[in-house]
């Protein structure tokens, strides 16, 4: 079974939620999970699968505990090759284009250096959902199955 980091970036404790309802699914199927809420690049070398689960803020910026990984990331390249993740991003459709994009950043950044998508980027509306967790999951259970067919 897999070990999974998951990285959350949060402003109002949305993303929480939402890290540690996929981590308990991930680990009731068995798979090793660490949900930390200060992530930090070296967290790359340790997770077989990365799952980032993210708010955005200000005018679609990473909230400040993510930001750091996500400077860090293009001299991580190397260890992301083919590295499984997903994206999980928490937004508010008013703010137009700014909309999930802290999420999108993340998403953009871990394919580009070579990264393996297992799922496509899930957003998640405030608008659409009080509790963000609600609108996760039938993401959540299809990223736990696609964990699964890897072993």
Known sequence: MASIKVLVGSVYGGSVEV??????????????????ETPHSGLLDE?????VVTSTTGSGELPEDLLPV?????????????????????GDSSYGDSFCAAGKLMDEKLADLGGQQLLPLLTIDALQYFQAGDGAEDWIAAWVAKLNERG
């Open 19 to 36: 890290a540690e309802m996929a981590a308990a699914a991930a680990l009731k199927a068995g798979h090793q999970v660490e949900v930390t």
């Open 70 to 90: 996500y400077q860090d990331l293009d001299s991580q390249a190397a260890k992301l090759v083919n590295k499984p993740f997903a994206v999980i991003a928490l």
């Open 47 to 51: 997770a077989d699968s990365l799952l």
